[in-house]
């Protein structure tokens, strides 16, 4: 028997601002509070949801909240308000001519995932049909004032449970910061993320070497793959890329060039659900381990990254954490906890698998707008 089309009667759009626990610094500044933007689709009795992951300024990328406002309301909702689709891809397919929007596109196509599931009465990582109920989780630390002040974080982290951290560097916070952490914490898997701070010739890239890293996120300019490859021709640590990867076709032209040996997947930055999956195929074929990455969503965003991770190639603990991590209180109620082994455990509800909290979804929400059928 054929499944029902997947068909939309409305797609509301909310911008939210959520307070984080604590400040998040990065190479590109400090964030006091989560902005973002929200997608609900409605069909019927059902309502499903999709989390932006762009920001309000554009440094990590070109795409804003207020960009990815404009296309979904302008492009993305006319497209999906006016036709039936059989499945997600269908989607994708229609707005292949839209280009440099993969975050706004992404929260289209993982709200329709969020729909099918529920529609289904099954969840994304059993659509997925993901081998795991359980991802090992890694908590990403931002850049601190000290090595005395990260090794404090680090500890705190430790007790909690996490068993794979990653850290957040730039020029000047560094080698220091990462021997600190071996010279304390010698058993940690330990990882750093660079944000394409470094040049090639920077020789504290060297250094970071003899470290024991499980590997080195995006240390050079997003652009240059050739950079990157012959970097890692110097590097026994292994590079991973993130900015780099906005598609498929840059995993796969990263993969050939050698310009690194992980890839960090982000569903909301290569446009969705099914692009994760092309590129996690192609690494998969290509022996090339790949994490999925978190870009401070809350637990609605949270909940597709998990889903992802459940596909048998993401093998790197990935860079998701619990929810209380970076929020008091997250969107959801079934917030994500770590398991005493350092785990995130896989939701199974239907859709996306977790209940939004609605008053406190309210409560946070600068902004909405209701997009229908003319």
């Not at 090992?136 to 430790?158: E, H, N, Y």
Request: charged share 25%.
């Amino acid at each position: 028997m054929d499944a029902d089309p997947i068909t939309v009667e409305s797609i509301e759009l909310r911008e939210v601002s959520i307070p984080l626990t604590s400040p998040f610094v990065t190479r590109y500044g400090t964030e006091h509070s989560k902005r973002a933007l929200l997608v609900i689709l409605r069909k019927g009795e059902l309502v499903a949801y999709g989390e932006c992951v762009a920001g309000i300024g554009g440094s990590y990328s070109r795409e804003t909240i207020a960009s990815a406002r404009e296309v979904i309301v302008r492009q993305l909702a006319p497209i999906l308000l006016n036709r039936s689709l059989e499945r997600p891809a269908d989607f994708l397919e229609a707005t292949e001519a839209i280009h440099g929007h993969n975050m706004a596109v992404a929260t289209v196509e993982m709200a329709l995932w969020d729909l099918q599931g529920k529609m289904e009465g099954v969840s994304i990582s059993t659509l997925l049909a993901g081998v795991r109920g359980e991802i090992d989780a890694c908590v990403t630390i931002g850049i601190q004032s000290s090595p005395g002040q990260l090794l404090d974080k680090l500890r705190d982290f430790i007790e909690q449970g996490y068993r794979a951290v990653n850290l957040k560097i730039k020029p000047g916070f560094d080698v220091d910061y990462v021997r600190a952490v071996r010279t304390h914490f010698p058993n940690v898997s330990l990882r750093t993320d660079a944000n394409a701070a470094y040049r090639m010739e920077d020789p504290r890239l060297i250094q970071l070497d003899k470290f024991e890293l499980s590997l080195i996120e995006q240390p050079l300019a997003q652009h240059d793959l050739n950079a990157h490859s012959k970097l890692q021709k110097k590097l026994s640590t292994p590079i991973c890329l993130d900015e780099s990867i906005q598609s498929p076709e840059d995993a796969r032209k990263a993969i050939r060039m050698g310009a690194c040996r992980v890839i960090n997947v982000k569903p909301g930055r290569v446009g969705g659900i099914n692009r994760s999956c092309e590129i996690h195929e192609f690494c998969v074929d290509h022996n090339v381990p790949v994490f999925c990455g978190g870009m401070l969503e809350a637990g609605i965003g949270r909940a597709f990254d998990v889903a992802v991770a459940t596909l048998p190639g993401f093998t790197v603990p990935s860079d998701l954490s619990a929810s209380r991590r970076y929020f008091t209180k997250d969107l959801i109620k079934n917030e994500f906890e770590l398991t005493q082994d350092g785990k995130l455990t896989v939701p199974t509800g239907i859709g996306c698998g977790v209940a939004v909290d609605e008053p406190y979804l309210d409560s946070v929400t600068i902004s909405s707008e209701i997009l229908s059928r003319r």
